[in-house]
């Protein structure tokens, strides 16, 4: 399971619309308790939920025997979700998880 932090001031372009960014993005999607949950090329499953106004979480499972032109297009639509979802790209989303590593190293190495 994996948390994305929504960009700061992007949650109003789409509070209340996960669902519907989810149908464009994969196609059909069913509610599974407090996730949406989807299917769609090399995603066995991709599950969602938005935590609040700040965090997006995700639980996914890929099928690593699909092949490549499946494989490629799938990571293409889980991409644009994210980027729909989050406001930020692949290489943002990457960099405010290194800035937040370091943030959390320093503080552990200040405790010690």
Do not use: P, W
């Amino acid at each position: 399971m994996r948390e994305y932090d929504i960009k700061r001031g992007h949650f109003k372009n789409i509070d209340g619309r996960l669902e519907e960014i989810m149908k464009e993005c994969f196609g059909s999607v069913k509610k599974n308790g407090e996730f949406l949950e989807s299917s769609y090329g090399a995603l066995v499953y991709v599950r969602a939920k938005l935590d609040g106004k700040t965090k997006l979480i995700v639980d996914s499972e890929t099928d690593k025997k699909a092949d490549l032109e499946t494989a490629s297009r799938t990571i293409k639509a889980y991409n644009d979700f994210l980027f729909r979802v989050t406001g930020m790209t692949a290489k943002q989303r990457g960099k405010r998880e290194q800035e937040k590593l370091k943030r959390e190293a320093k503080k552990a190495l200040e405790e010690e």
